[in-house]
């Protein structure tokens, strides 16, 4: 485990957040040592739509179905933790007599908490009981619900659709969520690291490999990520051999990331790939493509990005009307927050949304794992099943002690 001054920093925000109920957001970006924190001291996160022209700075959490994007849950930064130290945000503070007594009450713990051997934290938030997954898919539904998509991508000539299913796995023993989320920014230093802590909502962990859009000042980025294979860190990614079927599938994706900037008369945009990328275990292909505008018109031009892009067709289908109305009908179990996004907004002028993927919920004394994969109309249901045992390995990984030893 990582032991340093900073991460007993964490550790403490995160649970005196919790001691006091408060909406908390721990991340680490791909390929970064700078895990990041911020704090919500109203104690209440509401369903909003991301507005990237407004430039509150915050971190976003959204379910796979979104209204419209108006269910997007905004974890307001009134305190953000990064390496350089611990900043108030004044917006949401200064004249607010509930907030100023939860800021109070939350550095006074803090203060008590950093000067204390790290305390296993034995508490977190969970969803309300019907707000919980119910639904875990066995491997005989998982094989028909992908018989069924063939059929439906068969009959009706659509491309692609992406089907997934959850299960549930006991948390170990002295289960931890800081230290879960360590774990996993040990393990996957490429992906975007994440844990997310909402009273009444839940807490979520993951380690997404999916960019949504990044933007700063500057320029507007997206990518374009889809087909798996199973990877082992240290051999060469020259060395990975894709498919037909892959490589269909991630085409797929780029075309549609591509056909919207066009539709947008967007012409003037970088596009590199695909190219093979890692993801811990596995491996996928990947295009990014990229933006260059002033920087208020690359504001509206997230909006339009997050709007028309979510969900993405990697996580959705395509076209997509058509893939969601399938899941919506025949998964029948609730994504919730998995194949949403996540991320933070304008800290400290930047934002970076990520596909909530290879993520998990936590439940009282369990963990319920979400995963999925592409179906065309040349898959085969016993494959796609492998692939999604091979991807539910990402977070068994720090759930099963006998992962953990082999990492």
Not at 36 to 57: M, N, Q, Y
Not at 180 to 200: K, N
Not at 264 to 281: H, I, K, M, Q, Y
Request: hydrophobic share 40%; proline share 6%; net charge negative.
């Amino acid at each position: 485990m990582i032991k340093n001054k900073y991460w007993d920093e964490l550790a403490a925000l995160y649970q005196g957040s919790v001691d006091h109920k408060l909406p908390v957001a721990l991340w680490r970006y791909p390929d970064s040592d700078d895990p990041r924190a911020v704090v919500d001291l109203s104690g209440a996160v509401r369903p909003v739509k991301i507005d990237f022209t407004r430039r509150t700075p915050g971190f976003a959490f959204a379910p796979f179905v979104n209204n419209g994007g108006k269910e997007t849950l905004f974890i307001r930064a009134d305190l953000y933790l990064n390496q350089t130290g611990l900043q108030i945000f004044p917006n949401g503070v200064a004249g607010n007599g509930q907030v100023e007594q939860n800021k109070i009450r939350l550095l006074d713990t803090l203060h008590n908490l950093v000067d204390q051997p790290r305390r296993v934290q034995d508490n977190w938030f969970t969803a309300p009981q019907h707000h919980q997954t119910d639904t875990i898919s066995t491997k005989e539904a998982f094989c028909q619900l992908v018989e069924d998509a063939i059929t439906y991508i068969r009959a009706t000539g659509i491309k692609k659709i992406v089907t997934s299913r959850a299960t549930e796995t006991l948390l170990p023993p002295h289960f931890a969520p800081v230290t879960a989320f360590e774990l996993l920014c040990r393990f996957y230093p490429h992906a975007f690291v994440s844990l997310v802590s909402i009273p009444a909502v839940g807490t979520w962990l993951g380690a997404s490999p999916e960019l949504l859009l990044s933007l700063s000042e500057q320029k507007l980025c997206t990518v374009a990520l889809a087909g798996t294979k199973a990877y082992s860190p240290g051999v060469p990614l020259s060395a990975v051999k894709w498919g037909t079927k892959e490589i269909e599938e991630q085409a797929l994706v780029g075309d549609y990331i591509r056909e919207f900037f066009q539709q947008l008369t967007l012409s003037d945009f970088a596009e590199d790939g695909p190219r093979t990328v890692a993801a811990g275990n596995v491996a996928h292909l990947q295009t990014k493509f990229e933006i260059k505008l002033n920087s208020a018109q690359l504001l509206h031009l997230a909006n339009q990005v997050l709007n028309n892009l979510h969900p993405t067709s990697a996580v959705c289908g395509m076209p997509k009307k058509e893939a969601l109305s399938f899941i919506l009908e025949k998964e029948k179990y609730d994504r919730s927050f998995y194949s949403g996004f996540l991320g933070p907004i304008h800290l400290p002028d930047q934002s970076h949304l990520f596909v909530n993927l290879r993520c998990m919920q936590l439940k009282a004394d369990r963990a319920v794992l979400y995963i999925g994969g592409g179906i065309t109309q040349d898959s085969v249901p016993e494959l796609e099943w492998e692939e999604t045992v091979l991807k539910s390995k990402t977070l068994l990984a720090i759930l099963q002690p006998e992962l953990v030893m082999e990492n």
